[in-house]
Structures are given as structure tokens and as C-alpha cells.
């Protein structure tokens, strides 16, 4: 993918873009890193609806699958295997996941909210059925969160997004992805 000028082949992407609707729409192409990494630490059952996983978060009841240094070696394999299959990683900004891009060399765009799109993530959030705290606790740390990804600086390019732009749009219109 290119914008700007600048190749990447990840996206680390913010909460309420569309991650999971872009790699649920597009298992072939993408990666949800976030769901693999939240399978490599816990015992998610197979059948368990998106919908469902969402309402696990804040509250995970599943047992432990993997700990520390044996979680790392278990996701890190995982995304190994999905580049080797050319899927793109889709990822949120959690630590150990950036720093695999970082180790790995692979550049990585970084996806995220406008300051104005506070309002249209509340929105986002309560359509998509995240549990209250969850919502009051992203809305609380909303300001905290733009200053700390508008000074990010792993990725090769940032994007922000505005209101009626969802990863889907951004990455076939914008980045000018191309179905291989």
C-alpha cells in the first residue's frame, strides 16, 4: 500500500475505524491481529460471535492460554505464517504488536481519529455495543489519546480519520490497495 508516497504493507489502526468489519469482509487479504492476539493468550471459544467478543472487553472470563515470553512466541509465529500467506497484519497500537512490525522491518501506516471525531466515536462505540465503561473510559481518555498518536513515530505515515471514513474506504480509495 502507498500514501503520500510512502509504501507500507501494516496498518496499526485506533478503535471504531473498522478493523474487525474489514477483516471479517476480507479473510483472504487481512489479518485481525487483535483477535489472533487475544486467541494466542486466551482460550476464546471457536463460536463465540463478534459481538460477543466485544462484550468480553474489560471482563475477559476465559482462561489463560499462554503467559509472558510463551504468549509473544505464540503470536509472533502466528503473524509470521500470515505474512508467508500475503495477508496484510491489521492491528490496534498495543505494544508487543508494534514492536514485532519494529523487529520484523515492516512498515506500517498509523490510523487514527481526528481530534473532532470525539462525538462520532462515542457514536461508533454505542452502535457496535461496547459495554458503558468501556465507552466512558474511551470518551474520558479521547483528548489523552490523539496527543499520544499524533506523536507516534514507528510508523512511516500517519492518517487521520474524519466522520464517514472507515478502514474499508480509506484502504481501497485513499492508500489504493489492490486486490491481488
Known amino acids: 500500500m502507498e500514501y503520500l508516497g510512502k509504501s507500507f504493507d501494516a496498518i496499526v489502526a485506533t478503535p471504531c475505524c473498522g478493523k474487525s468489519y474489514l477483516c471479517d ?3 483472504n487479504l487481512f489479518v485481525d491481529v487483535d483477535e489472533e492476539r487475544l486467541r494466542c493468550k486466551y482460550n476464546v471459544p471457536e463460536n463465540i460471535t463478534r459481538k460477543e467478543l466485544e462484550e468480553t472487553k474489560g471482563n475477559r472470563t476465559f482462561s489463560r492460554r499462554f503467559h509472558g515470553k510463551e504468549y509473544l512466541e505464540e503470536l509472533y509465529k502466528k503473524l509470521d505464517e500470515f505474512i508467508k500467506q500475503g495477508k496484510t497484519l491489521i492491528l ?3 505494544d508487543e504488536t508494534i ?12 490510523v487514527f481519529p481526528k481530534k473532532t471525531m470525539k462525538e462520532e466515536i462515542i457514536k461508533r462505540m454505542t452502535k457496535r455495543d461496547n459495554p458503558q465503561e468501556t465507552i466512558q ?3 474520558e481518555l479521547f483528548d489523552r489519546f490523539y496527543e499520544e498518536n499524533i506523536k507516534e513515530n514507528k510508523s512511516v505515515i500517519h492518517y487521520e480519520f474524519d466522520k464517514n471514513e472507515y478502514l474499508e474506504d480509506i484502504i481501497f480509495n485513499k492508500f489504493n490497495y489492490k486486490i491481488k
Open 99 to 110: 514492536k514485532y512490525l519494529v523487529d520484523k522491518n515492516i512498515k506500517f501506516c498509523f
Open 25 to 27: 469482509k476480507y479473510p
Open 137 to 139: 473510559k474511551n470518551t
Open 92 to 94: 490496534a497500537p498495543h
